[in-house]
């Protein structure tokens, strides 16, 4: 029987999207089991404080510090704490041996890859590189290495000194709503959910601008900061621009669109689409390695390429394949209990 209390997560760098889910969904399911030891950004703490079986150590490093790979921080938790069974470390490069298993968990793939035709500023792509140099140096203390798709753990070393493992966002939330949203009434509308730069907008709006000569009333209904938007979309009047909302309201528009456009040009992982694909009526999505395996996994056959996009159904989707974060959390239990 493994001693939750010694096993130690460190989510220090995460307080927002994937990171978020998944630093909650541990929490709640670790403090229904006797409790975990995490370590977490300051900023998430408004989120945590109804988990009382669980210990939470709360930082906030600087970028200095980051770059650094900082570690005391772990050093003083070890020597107050002792050494954990298992550390799993989210995203953040392991500079030793911190507990008997070390797993590290592929967060962002940035770092691993080529940044041409991603429009990032030479800072941030410098310091994204700096980061990947440090994943490569530290892999060595790793036991243990996951990614939340496929094309992500096919970036980190395949050496037999490593258990890898394919460990996806659970899709809770999405296997819930999945039949309830065949009861809303589907509206005029195509939804694209971010303005990140890896978005590629203008790829959306050209599906859009394809779409409307088909459905003369349709709009395209952009979620997120609108600066980021190309000033030749927000012109166009059938562009709506909803800034950024609460995800309740991002849930509540993808169940009653049209369609769902996601024309992204790099994932981590299929989750950041999955929402729309499982909700809205029809969904145009790009022609990448994550996005295939979402479709694999919910569509089997039933999807068709058009052009540069994946083109799917809702009625032709199942959600049986779709694992929820009590499976993924026992999965990973199960596989830490195998290499003790």
């Excluded at 975990?36 to 408004?46: D, G, H, M, P, T």
């Excluded at 809770?172 to 590629?200: C, H, M, P, S």
Aim: aromatic share 12%; charged share 20%.
């Amino acid at each position: 029987m493994i001693n939750k209390k010694k096993i130690l997560f460190n989510f220090s760098s995460s307080y927002t999207g994937g990171g978020l889910k998944r630093l909650l969904s541990f929490s709640e399911w670790f403090d229904c089991h006797d409790g975990a030891l995490f370590i977490v950004n300051e900023r998430s703490k408004l989120h945590l404080l109804k988990y009382k079986n669980n210990t939470y150590f709360y930082i906030n490093l600087s970028k200095f510090k980051k770059a650094l790979n900082s570690h005391k921080y772990l050093i003083d938790i070890v020597n107050s704490h002792g050494v954990p069974y298992m550390y799993y470390s989210y995203g953040i490069p392991i500079p030793c041996k911190i507990g008997s298993i070390n797993w590290f968990h592929l967060s962002n793939v940035l770092p691993l890859i080529s940044h041409s035709g991603y429009g990032l500023t030479l800072k941030r792509s410098l310091e994204l590189k700096w980061l990947g140099k440090l994943f490569k140096k530290n892999y060595e203390n790793a036991e243990v290495l996951s990614a939340e798709s496929n094309y992500s753990l096919n970036l980190l070393p395949s050496s037999s000194k490593y258990t890898r493992i394919v460990s996806p966002n659970g899709s809770d939330k999405e296997v819930e709503l999945f039949d309830q949203t065949r009861q809303y009434k589907v509206k005029n509308i195509a939804v694209v959910v971010g303005t990140f730069f890896y978005k590629d907008l203008r790829a959306s709006y050209r599906v859009f601008v394809k779409l409307k000569e088909a459905h003369k009333e349709l709009k395209m209904v952009i979620i997120g900061i609108s600066s980021m938007i190309p000033s030749e979309i927000v012109s166009d009047k059938n562009i709506v621009v909803t800034g950024e909302i609460t995800h309740k309201d991002v849930i509540s528009l993808l169940s009653t669109a049209k369609f769902y456009i996601n024309t992204s040009k790099v994932e981590n992982s299929w989750n950041s689409a999955s929402e729309g694909v499982l909700l809205a009526n029809e969904s145009y999505i790009s022609r990448i390695e994550p996005h295939f395996e979402l479709v694999k996994s919910i569509a089997n056959s039933s999807y068709v390429f058009d052009g540069n996009v994946i083109h799917v159904k809702r009625k032709n989707i199942s959600v049986e394949k779709l694992m929820v974060w009590s499976d993924i959390i026992q999965n990973m239990n199960k596989l830490v209990k195998t290499l003790k």
